[in-house]
C-alpha cells in the first residue's frame, strides 16, 4: 500500500475527538495534536473548581483513548502557525507536520470585554489549570479569613460571578451550597453567614438560551439559596480587592470568577483565515474552509452555520456532531463523492442550579425543572464523560456529597509558603 493521506485535528477537545473517531475505519494515517496530554471535560469545570469533584475526574489522557485505534498518533505540541504553501503545520519548539487533510478544532478562549482590571484580576474558568486556581483560591480566601476575620470587611468572603449564563449560574448556586454547607462545617469559629456570593448579568434575565420560565426558575431558585443575583448590571472595574458595577455601587470582593463568556481562540487569526468579527473561522455550510481545499473547521473556533442563516453557538453538541460530520465529509472526498451540509440536531439544553435544581428544555417543547430535571443533567453529563474510570468516580463522589453533604476535594495545592508573609494575604490572585 502507498503512503495513506495524512490529516491533521489540531485540538483533542469535543470537536477533535469526534473527527479522530470518526476516522478510525477510513484509509488514512491521523495526527491529533493538542497542547495538553489530556482532554478535558468543561461542563464539570465549576465542580472542581467547587471542591465537588477532582482534576483527574474530569479529564481523560488522549493516548488512553486510543489504544485501540491503530491508524492514529498523538502529538502533544502547540500548533503555532501554518505554511500553506508546503502544507506544513508549525509547531512551537518542535519539527513540522505535513498534512493533506487538516482540521481546526482549537475551540475558544476568554474574553473580558475590555472591563479595566478583569485580565488582572478575575479568575477565569475555562481550563483545568483555571478550575484549580480557583479552587486554591476560595479555599485560601476562607483559610485567610479565618485566621484574620478582618478581611472579610475588605470581600474576603464575597463571591462576584459575572455572567448569568449556564456556568455562571452552576458556578454560583455551588459555591452557596459550598459555603452554606460544608464551610459552615469547617470554619466552627468564622461568621460564614456573612459570606456573599453575588452574581451579575447584563441581561434582565439569567440563562439567556432558555425560555422565560426556566430563567424564572433559575433566579428564584438561586435566591432562595441566598445568591445575591444583580440583573441588568455590568462589572465595570475589578481590582484587587473589589468590583465596581455599572451603576457606581463598589462591592469589596476579593473572588470574581469570569464567566461572562467566550472568544474564538486566537490561533483562527494566526491562520490567516477569514474570520468574523467575533474571531470565529468562517466556513461553508459544508464545514470546509472557503478556498482552502482539504481544511475543515470544527467546534467553538468555526462560525458554523445554522438552519437559519445564523451561526451556531459554542456547546459541546456543536462541537460532536461537527466533528462527526467532518470525519465523515473527509471519507467522501477520499472516495470522490459530493460533500453534504451539515445539519445540527438540537437535543435540547439543560443546566443544573445545584442540590436537586435544574432546568431542561428539550425537543418537542418538553421541559423539566427541579429533581427530575436535575438527575437527567446527572445521567447526561456521566454519558458524555470520557472514560470508565472517570465516570466511576465521578458517580461515587455524586453518591457521596449527595448522602454526606460533604465535598471531597477541599485541597489546596501547589506550593504553599510555610508560614504566610503578612502581605501574602492581599497577593494578586495570578499568584494562588
Ligand atoms: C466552564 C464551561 C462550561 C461549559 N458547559 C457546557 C455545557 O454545560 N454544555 C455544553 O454544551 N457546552 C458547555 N460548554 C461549552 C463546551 O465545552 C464547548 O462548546 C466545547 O468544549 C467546544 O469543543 P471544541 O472541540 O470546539 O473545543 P475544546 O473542547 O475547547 O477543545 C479545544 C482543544 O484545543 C486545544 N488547543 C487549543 N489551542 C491549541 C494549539 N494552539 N495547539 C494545540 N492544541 C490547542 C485545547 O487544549 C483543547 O484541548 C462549557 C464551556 C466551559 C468553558
Redesign the pocket.
Known amino acids: 500500500m502507498g503512503v495513506l493521506p495524512q490529516v491533521v485535528v ?8 469526534s473527527v479522530a473517531r470518526g476516522l478510525a475505519k477510513e484509509p488514512v494515517d491521523v495526527t491529533l ?4 496530554n489530556f ?2 471535560f ?2 464539570l ?2 465542580q472542581v473548581a467547587t471542591a465537588g469533584l477532582n482534576p483527574a475526574d474530569v479529564a481523560h489522557p488522549v493516548r488512553g483513548l486510543f489504544h485501540r485505534q491503530k491508524n492514529l498518533r498523538f502529538r502533544q ?4 502557525g501554518v505554511d500553506w504553501e508546503a502544507r506544513r503545520l508549525h ?1 512551537a519548539g518542535q519539527r513540522d507536520l505535513p498534512f493533506d487533510q487538516l482540521v481546526v ?4 478562549v476568554v474574553t473580558w470585554f475590555g472591563v479595566a482590571g478583569a485580565a488582572d484580576w478575575a479568575l477565569p ?3 483545568l489549570d483555571d478550575a484549580v486556581k480557583l479552587r486554591n483560591h476560595i479555599l485560601g480566601r476562607f483559610e485567610a479569613a479565618d485566621a484574620d476575620p478582618s478581611l472579610i470587611d475588605d470581600g474576603a468572603l464575597t463571591f462576584v460571578v459575572v455572567g448569568g449564563g ?2 455562571g449560574v ?1 458556578t454560583a448556586g455551588a459555591l452557596a451550597e459550598l459555603v452554606a454547607v460544608v464551610f459552615r462545617r469547617d470554619y466552627p469559629q468564622l461568621d460564614v453567614g456573612r459570606a456573599r456570593v453575588v452574581l451579575v448579568e447584563a441581561r434582565d434575565a439569567l440563562l439567556a438560551p432558555f425560555k422565560p420560565g426556566s430563567q424564572r426558575h433559575a433566579e428564584e431558585t438561586l435566591r432562595a439559596r441566598q445568591v445575591e443575583v444583580r440583573l441588568d448590571e455590568t462589572v465595570a472595574e475589578v481590582t484587587e480587592h473589589s468590583v465596581r458595577f455599572s451603576d457606581g455601587d463598589v462591592v469589596p470582593a476579593q473572588t470574581v470568577v469570569w ?1 461572562a463568556g ?1 472568544t474564538a ?1 486566537p ?1 483562527a487569526g494566526k491562520l490567516g483565515l477569514e474570520t468574523t468579527r467575533g474571531g470565529r473561522i468562517v466556513v461553508d455550510a459544508d464545514l470546509a474552509v472557503p478556498d482552502q481545499p482539504g481544511v475543515w473547521v ?4 468555526g462560525a458554523i452555520p445554522g438552519k437559519k442563516g445564523d451561526t451556531l453557538p ?6 460532536m456532531q461537527s ?1 462527526a460530520h467532518v470525519a465523515k465529509q473527509i471519507g467522501r472526498e477520499l472516495d470522490g463523492k459530493p460533500l453534504r451540509p451539515f445539519r445540527f440536531h438540537d437535543k435540547g ?1 439543560m ?1 443544573t442550579i445545584g442540590r436537586r435544581a435544574a432546568v431542561a428544555e428539550l425537543p418537542g417543547g418538553l421541559r423539566l425543572r427541579g429533581t427530575l430535571a436535575w438527575i437527567a443533567w446527572l445521567f447526561l453529563h456521566l454519558l458524555y464523560l470520557a472514560g470508565l474510570r472517570n465516570r466511576a468516580s465521578v458517580l461515587l463522589n455524586w453518591a457521596w456529597s449527595y448522602v454526606t453533604w460533604d465535598r471531597a476535594a477541599r485541597l489546596i495545592l501547589g506550593a504553599q509558603p510555610e508560614r504566610p508573609a503578612a502581605d501574602a494575604l492581599t497577593a494578586p490572585h495570578r499568584q494562588t
Open positions: 489540531i485540538g483533542a477537545g469535543f470537536g477533535g475527538l495534536v493538542d497542547r495538553h482532554t478535558t468543561q461542563p469545570l465549576y505540541g502547540e500548533v503555532d509547531l478544532a482549537v475551540g475558544a474558568l475555562y481550563t449556564p456556568t452552576e464567566a467566550v481562540h490561533l470544527v467546534g467553538d473556533v459554542q456547546l459541546a453538541p456543536v462541537a466533528g439544553t443546566a
